[in-house]
């Protein structure tokens, strides 16, 4: 199987765009699926639209489902860390695309994006594998 | 790869059934995955029962996390719009199916539906790829 | 397709770690994706880390989502069964997993678990399917 790591510093931020590096790893391939893997218990990756004001939306929602206060039985790490382990549940660290003679077949506002609400851990690895179809 | 596009009318319904449509996509293929993709940035796909009562109670969970407030900062399109940017971070654009002998490995309850909040953009497609086992 | 059904008694456990099956499932393959479905409407699969709190953290987070109340148009089963339907909408039914070498990339802190809040039906079936890479 083709696969590699990203090394990516995510730092305090929520929302990482991965677009590119995903399309660079595809490219030159034939039909298949890419599967996105995130091996971290307090991130996940999603398909959003970026630079249009989402990203703080997302952070608004996921204040409603999971607040940053002392509510957690996880208790390690910053205030609201525990929170950050309940993500994953939510929004998944696996999510698997088409790729059509070598090109993610994304909808035009579809961007591939970290979600990464942990700011203890401020470097994160994300596993590309491409299943050949 | 064995790769098709749906074009659904989904008008203003929130929840559109495609069991049948990918059922369909899938007889006569061997053993493998079906993934299917919904390549818009305000729409998912998920496995529910449907014609129970599940979808407006559905409707009513994303109301919870989601509301259809003047509240967000991505502020394109009709009352609420921003919120539908954010939903498929929580409800992803991709699933997977295993395929036994042609035949979706669904439970007796589960319909493969796309879940679209987006009113504004009543057609939409769907992509179903099969990923031979 | 290399695929097998796990069976499991869930009762009314709401997390069930199924790392170690899924582990020997792929253990002693080579490259691929495991796929781990649940054919079930009122449950889901995820990726979190377990023993450390994050189990009863998230059933916080579904009562916030999916209160366990009267309020579910689906009515069948117990009090709050309602929301059992609605969970695979955010928790989903299906996720993938790499496989390298016949060893789950997992990260360190990640454990695959059923998500069934379901007491009605204790007992579960999963299946895992392996696409070779």
Same mark, same amino acid.
């Given at each position: 199987?083709?696969?590699?790591v990203? &090394?990516?510093?995510?730092?305090q931020t929520l929302v990482t765009d991965i677009t590119s590096e995903v399309a660079n790893? #595809?490219?030159? $391939? @034939?039909?298949g699926l #890419? @599967? %996105?893997? #995130? +091996?971290?218990? =307090?991130a996940g990756v999603a398909l959003i639209e970026t630079g249009s004001? =989402?990203? +703080?939306?997302?952070?608004d929602a996921l204040e409603r489902i999971l607040p940053v206060e002392d509510i957690y039985r996880h208790q390690h790490g910053s205030l609201g860390h525990g929170r950050d382990h309940v993500l994953p549940a939510f929004v998944s660290p696996s999510i698997s695309i088409p790729v059509i003679d070598g090109r993610l077949a994304l909808g035009t506002? &579809? !961007?591939?994006?970290? %979600?990464d609400p942990n700011g203890d851990n401020p470097d994160r $690895?994300?596993?590309? !594998?491409?299943?050949p179809g």
């Open positions: 199987m083709d696969t590699t990203l &090394q990516l510093h995510t730092g790893f #595809v490219s030159g $391939k @034939n039909d #890419v @599967n %996105i893997f #995130v +091996p971290h218990a =307090t004001g =989402t990203e +703080p939306d997302l952070a506002w &579809q !961007s591939a994006v970290l %979600i $690895k994300v596993r590309l !594998s491409f299943l």
